[in-house]
T-cell receptor, first 112, second 116 residues
Framework: GQQLNQSPQSMFIQEGEDVSMNCTSS?????WLWYKQDPGEGPVLLIA?????ELTSNGRLTAQFGITRKDSFLNISASIPSDVGIYFC????????????FGKGITLSVRP | GAVVSQHPSRVICKSGTSVKIECRSL??????MFWYRQFPKQSLMLMAT?????????EQGVEKDKFLINHASLTLSTLTVTSAHPEDSSFYIC????????????FGSGTRLTVV
């Protein structure tokens, strides 16, 4: 099935730095979601975006739904060690019950 | 709110045996549940979508006779891996939705299956 494009596969930053992650698709989505997964756990929802152009914040996290509806970005400001994990973007076409399409994920490492 | 409990968190079984994984929505009614499989350092691969009271819809390439899914109530879905083989070893994750709000897309904590 289709996957969203997330790159690079891994990112290494220094504690306190900001980091931005992009997610792109060849198809339009109606909803964009960003999840974080810790080792051995299920993904946890960070931010959900419902409208093109929407900019939403959740603490140090900010995400935007691209105007073209084919992309989204997640920004983490002032990173801390517990930000370490895998960040997945996911898109949903239509319907509250419809399945999600996931990106491959970006593994974030934060150096103290 | 919106908690999904998945059990067991880890299971080791012998080749040829069957293993059942449970996914429960604790504080909401899940009209739809999804089952995913995840290999190390890879993304989540959707296996099937199950709606309460009806047969699951399997993704292409997923053997429905091997991965039996039952969604008999609005709070419980089960995945049974039948006649398990070592290549079935993986991390299995469920998610559930109320069907009315995207925040219903809550994931369980996953089950690490090891077939020896």
């Amino acid at each position: 099935g289709q996957q969203l494009n997330q790159s690079p596969q891994s990112m290494f930053i220094q504690e306190g730095e900001d980091v931005s992650m992009n997610c792109t698709s060849s198809s339009i989505f109606n909803t964009w979601l960003w999840y974080k997964q810790d080792p051995g756990e299920g993904p946890v929802l960070l931010i959900a975006l419902y409208k093109a152009g929407e900019l939403t914040s959740n603490g140090r996290l900010t995400a935007q739904f691209g105007i073209t509806r084919k992309d989204s970005f997640l920004n983490i400001s002032a990173s801390i060690p517990s930000d370490v994990g895998i960040y997945f973007c996911a898109g949903q076409y239509t319907g509250a019950n419809s399945k999600l399409t996931f990106g491959k994920g970006i593994t974030l490492s934060v150096r103290p | 709110g919106a908690v999904v409990s998945q059990h067991p968190s880890r299971v080791i079984c012998k080749s040829g045996t069957s293993v059942k994984i449970e996914c429960r929505s604790l504080d909401f009614q899940a009209t739809t549940m999804f089952w995913y499989r995840q290999f190390p350092k890879q993304s989540l691969m959707l296996m099937a979508t199950s709606n309460e009271g009806s047969k699951a819809t399997y993704e292409q390439g997923v053997e429905k006779d091997k991965f039996l899914i039952n969604h008999a109530s609005l709070t419980l879905s089960t995945l049974t891996v039948t006649s398990a083989h070592p290549e079935d070893s993986s991390f299995y994750i469920c998610s559930a939705t109320t069907g009315t709000n995207i925040y219903g897309y809550t994931f369980g904590s996953g089950t690490r299956l090891t077939v020896v």
